[in-house]
């Protein structure tokens, strides 16, 4: 059981790029979740998607854009990087948004933008 | 939204407890999480609290208080493995989790 899995693992680019971030889960969890995690900060929601077919906006959502057309991917876009989104990102899961059900983490992507 | 503090840096010594305290200011609580993060890993479920009182998990606890907007973790027994970063997460009541700082907490022998 893979669970959940981000890639890439890592990856540097370029200011002005365009980069999709990938989010995969087997576990057929209805809500999926983007952070991004700085030193100091802890962990911010970019977008979150409850069910498929719906996202909404988190804390930190601009320069990012989300898609949820399957239950299990979700991709997260950042249309022209900037040095500022140089961070950790975390994709997460959960069964459904509201009880006792915790959110489970993918391993993380770390985005360096130079 | 959230407001939600936690200590920067905790150290105790292997066999030892430790409470990591937790205080939140929220506009419509719905459950406090606390996860456990290991340097360069994801974060790890620990414990869930949405009504007031004393959740136990083997060597960890978990205490809520919410007229209070209070909650801490207790870790008994410590161990070297447990030398990690604790995140204390309130969700909303559109069911979105918002996250402290983190408390980094390093055992020692």
Known sequence: IAGITQAPTSQILAAGRRMTLRCTQDMRHNAMYWYRQDLGLGLRLIHYSNTAGTTGKGEVPDGYSVSRANTDDFPLTLASAVPSQTSVYFCASSLKPGGPDTQYFGPGTRLTVL | ?109
């Open chain 2, 1 to 109: 939204g959230q407001n939600i503090d936690q200590p920067t840096e905790m150290t105790a010594t292997e066999g030892a407890i430790v409470q990591i305290n937790c205080t939140y200011q929220t506009s419509g609580f719905n459950g406090l999480f606390w996860y456990q993060q290991h340097a360069g890993e994801a974060p790890t479920f620990l414990s869930y609290n949405v009504l007031d009182g004393l959740e136990e998990k083997g060597r960890f606890s978990s205490f809520l208080s919410r007229s209070k907007g209070y909650s801490y973790l207790l870790l008994k027994e410590l161990q070297m493995k447990d030398s990690a970063s604790y995140l204390c997460a309130v969700r909303d009541k559109d069911y979105k989790l918002s996250f402290g700082a983190g408390t980094t907490v390093t055992v020692r022998a």
